[in-house]
């Protein structure tokens, strides 16, 4: 929700500087922006479309993950999914951390699914979006490294595809701030 401010106080001042961790959610912040500039919607608005769609697209992207793991069925991966309230909160609540989440499953899905090195890139470009929508999406990278690096460092295709999982990562990071 306070995106939403944050954005309404950019658009009335012409700054963010007193707008809620605008440093942290830059990402959240702008595309809820221009979700409103393209609706022609108040930012609260855009704000809560962007969080209802960030969550589906979470719930949809962590189920099929899920399903790639462990092999268990999509009925079964969804109720495990939806057992958290959170899964399904976090889409009627304006919150960037959904945006941030949705993002991070869409690059977990291109990680397990795609198993080439166009796939580590895509995962990391994609994990890059998450920290840009929400900072402390940072702190996932360590999955990154349990995925790629499961059966050890002994192939150089999982090294590569580590170094371009974190070199996207790093890159559109470092274009969006």
């Known amino acids: 929700m306070h995106a939403a401010l944050g954005v309404?106080?950019?658009r009335l001042y012409g700054g963010h500087e007193l707008s809620y961790f605008h440093h942290g959610q830059t990402g959240a912040n702008l595309l809820t922006e221009a979700l409103s500039l393209w609706t022609k919607q108040d930012p609260y608005w855009a704000f809560c479309i962007l969080s209802v769609v960030s969550d589906f697209v979470f719930i949809v992207?962590?189920?099929l993950v899920i399903n790639k793991l462990t092999n268990a069925s999509i009925a079964s991966c969804f109720l495990a999914?939806?057992?958290?309230?959170?899964?399904?909160?976090?889409?009627y609540?304006?919150?960037?951390?959904?945006v941030g989440a949705a993002f991070f499953s869409l690059a977990?899905?291109?990680?397990?699914?795609?198993?080439n090195l166009a796939g580590a890139?895509?995962?990391?470009?994609?994990?890059?979006?998450?920290?840009w929508t929400r900072f402390d999406a940072a702190a996932l990278g360590?999955?990154?490294?349990?995925?790629?690096l499961k059966g050890g460092l002994t192939s150089k295709k999982r090294?590569?595809?580590?170094?371009?999982s974190f070199g996207g990562a790093a890159g559109v990071v470092t274009f969006g701030l």
């Open 61 to 63: 992207a962590t189920v």
């Open 108 to 115: 977990l899905l291109s990680a397990v699914h795609l198993e």
């Open 8 to 10: 309404q106080y950019k």
């Open 142 to 148: 360590l999955t990154f490294l349990i995925l790629f």
């Open 93 to 98: 609540y304006p919150n960037s951390s959904v």
């Open 121 to 131: 890139a895509l995962a990391g470009a994609l994990f890059g979006l998450a920290i």
């Open 81 to 91: 999914a939806v057992l958290f309230q959170e899964t399904y909160v976090s889409g």
């Open 159 to 164: 090294i590569l595809k580590l170094w371009l």
